[in-house]
């Protein structure tokens, strides 16, 4: 029996120690089960975080090793004047890149015509205080762009601050001459360059000439321009004492063909800064990804506008806030690519390494070097664009018969008839050269040199943001209307948008339903991108802040006013109070101006904002105009005259003011707001001119316009 007992209590006792480990098996393997769990959920907050600096395995050790070699560059302009032996520098003040290249052409048409040495400066590479020291025995020319609501260019700020917020200026020793960049649609017509020449006029400086402007509301820069360099000549010549000589071309940089180097060391493609360090303005470029491309127009439209959502999650460091810009960098289409290298005789050799320098220390260009011939052609060279009258001048000594030669001349020589000409075709530098021969001889005494300092450098374009950063803050969208402009009636062609077409293209690629899609009018791009960096359907981007952004305090009253795809920054205003007044926020009172053709053709969006009209239960009132609807033409600014009191009550009571579109839109906007704010208060024009002052001074008035 004890026998028995003893065997019971260790059949007892391996039962315990069974169901022990049997526990100890169940608490590891939850344990490692919620590890696990953890782990997955958390991956990318806490680890597998994308690396915001991976692309330093791909930058270019000698690059890096060339910058911090290099001798630091004094920021003193009048010290390098005198360094350099240089008599007149050039500064530009330039957004969009158009100033930039007046600036470039100018030092270099100088420097042929009267053999000065000239310098053509970017204002942000000197500082401003240095201007005081340039001697009265040289020249400065300022070529200065306004842009938005009378802003200087970025790379304007620093003379800017300066000159506007320094008391006691004494600038007795400069003499100066300048033009100014700008268009009479805008408010502010060329602010930037009047306030400047003001300033430096009151400090002591002589102007040599009266300032020169330039009005791109008629497209009528390039003459501006023109005209403006012409009178510089002339006074240099009659009243300074140059002689003037005989213009031959004397390239300012040397293009060499190095077979030796290799695809690793070469820039294929890849945006010009998109290894350079990011301004407080701009984010660096990057690959984004397309998550979202489709159609918003109806299919019974003529026209395409195209929604696109950009993935930014790859990308930690970079981050945008409602109302920002996107930057969307372009390329060439293969058409005019090829037709360049066909009639350059360049095909064979398009994809040689090239290597770039600068013949004068001071020469600075922003082509990416070394490349190859293609590369310059489809990523980095606008050849898309119009030729200018000068540049057909230029090309006459390069002509491979008399009768291209004539052809140039005559065309090149003639205003009105350079304007009746460019009225019915697109000339843009492959197809004059094509039609300067009629496609018969080869262009082969071109120098690359002189297409590299003829052609301006591929820009970015900017699209207002059309989502909200809370609503989703690693997706930013954009609407575009695709560009494509008849010429003439009588004539069938067309100039197409650049980077609209472009986006079209990828949206054709990327169609979701079936096959890829050709374009409307057959382009076709390299959209994979250089050693095929954009794959799968990317785009080199950068996100800009913008200064367009909602009140602090929700419940703040607003007033959009917008035609077209105006309408995508506010979208994402849209979106955000909505978001907003979920989470319990309250939400002010909002007046939605809209226009376009008709309702059921061409109304971006309009289902999101009939869901959000009812989503604000009488918070968000929609006006709209239609164009193209009835017999009589009704457009955003004939509606804001119709409520003409309600806008003025609302304005007030200090609700803030934004319109969004064409710059000619925008001034009739507000031009019948005056109107009704005059009437209103009994106002008289100085009183109205106070008021639109301080509202746009503490940001009650913000405007996101172009063109």
């Keep these: ?70 001798k630091k ?30 600036a470039n052409r100018l030092a270099r048409e100088l420097h042929l015509r009267f053999g000065v040495a000239t310098l053509s400066a970017d204002l942000s590479d000197f500082d401003p205080q240095s201007i005081a020291g340039i001697p009265s025995s040289k020249l ?35 003499r100066y001459v300048a033009f100014g960049l700008g268009n009479r649609n805008y408010n502010y017509y060329n602010r930037v360059v009047d306030v400047v020449s003001e300033i430096l006029s009151k400090a002591g400086a002589k102007a040599l000439l009266p300032t020169g402007r330039a009005d791109d509301s008629v497209g009528g820069t390039e003459e501006d321009f023109m005209q403006w360099r012409d009178s510089l000549c002339e006074f240099m010549q009659k009243d300074m004492g140059y002689e003037e000589r005989e213009i031959a071309y004397e390239p300012t940089i040397k293009v060499i ?87 350059l005789g360049m095909e064979k050799r398009k994809d040689v390494p090239l290597t770039t320098l600068a013949l004068d220390a001071v020469t600075k260009f922003s082509i990416p070097t070394p490349t190859t011939l293609e590369a310059l052609l489809r990523h980095y060279l606008e050849i898309c664009g119009p030729v200018s009258r000068d540049t057909i001048l230029s090309l006459c000594q390069f002509a491979p018969t008399p009768t291209a030669k004539a ?52 820009r970015p374009r900017y699209y207002s943001i059309s989502s909200s950063s809370v609503v989703q803050a690693r997706q930013a969208a954009i609407t575009t209307i695709v560009d494509v402009k008849q010429l003439h009636p009588e004539y069938s062609e067309h100039i197409l948008g650049l980077t609209s077409n472009y986006l079209l293209a990828l949206k054709q690629a990327m169609h979701h339903e079936g096959s890829p899609q050709p374009h409307p009018h057959g382009l076709t791009y390299a959209l994979n991108g250089p050693n095929n960096a954009l794959e799968g359907g990317k785009v080199f981007a950068q996100i800009r802040k913008s200064k367009f952004k909602l009140p602090v305090v929700a419940s703040h009253p607003i007033i959009m006013a917008a035609a077209g795809t105006g309408i995508a920054p506010f979208r994402g205003f849209l979106q955000e109070r909505a978001r907003l007044q979920s989470m ?18 061409d109304f971006p969006y309009k289902e999101e904002i009939e869901e959000m009209v009812k989503l604000f239960d009488g918070k968000l009132e929609v006006i709209t105009a239609y164009s193209r609807a009835q017999a009589q033409k009704v457009y955003v600014q004939d509606r804001v005259e119709e409520c ?64």
């Design 584 to 601: 319990g926020r309250e939400v002010g009172k909002m007046l939605l101006f809209f226009g376009c053709r008709r309702a059921d053709e």
């Design 407 to 458: 052809f140039l001349f005559s065309l090149g020589s003639s205003k009105d008839g350079y304007a009746t000409y460019v009225h019915r075709t697109h000339l843009n530098l492959g197809r004059l050269l094509e039609r300067a021969t009629n496609n018969t001889a080869i262009w082969s005494k071109i120098p690359l040199s002189f297409l590299i300092e003829s052609l301006p450098p591929l």
């Design 257 to 343: 063909e190095n077979d030796s180097l290799t695809c690793i060391d070469l820039n294929l493609g890849e945006p010009v800064n998109g290894h350079s360090k990011s301004s407080a303005l701009i984010s660096p470029v990057a690959a984004f990804p397309v998550i979202i491309s489709k159609e918003l127009f109806a299919p019974t439209s003529t026209r395409n506008c195209l929604h696109m959502e950009f993935d930014l999650t790859p990308f930690a460091e970079i981050k945008y806030k409602t109302g920002d810009h996107l930057a969307v960098w372009p390329s060439n289409p293969d058409a005019e690519v090829d037709r360049l290298l066909k009639v």
């Design 1 to 70: 029996m004890a026998a028995a007992m003893i065997s019971n209590y260790m059949s007892l006792h391996n039962l315990v120690n069974l169901a022990r480990n049997a526990l100890l098996d169940d608490v590891a393997l939850l344990g490692l089960t919620v590890a696990a769990s953890v782990g997955y959920l958390s991956k990318g907050r806490l680890w597998d975080k994308p690396d915001p600096y991976h692309y330093t395995w791909f930058e270019r050790p000698q690059e890096k090793d060339a910058a911090r070699n290099a």
């Design 73 to 102: 560059e004094t920021r003193d302009i009048a010290q390098k004047l005198e360094e350099t032996g240089k008599d007149i520098v050039v500064f530009f003040g330039s957004q969009s890149g158009t100033a930039e290249a007046f």
């Design 140 to 174: 400065a020319v300022f070529i200065l762009s306004t842009f938005g609501e009378g802003d200087p260019s970025d790379n304007t700020a620093e003379l800017w601050e300066w000159l506007t917020k320094s008391s006691n200026l004494s600038l007795s020793n400069l």
């Design 644 to 707: 003409g009191e309600q806008v003025a009550e609302m304005l007030q009571a200090d609700a803030t003011f934004y319109v969004c579109g064409s710059a000619s839109m925008a001034r009739e906007v507000q031009k019948r707001i005056g109107e009704a704010m005059k009437r209103r208060n009994e106002w008289d024009d100085a009183q109205l001119k106070a008021w639109s002052e301080k509202a746009k001074r503490i940001n009650r008035w913000q405007e996101d316009v172009w063109g």
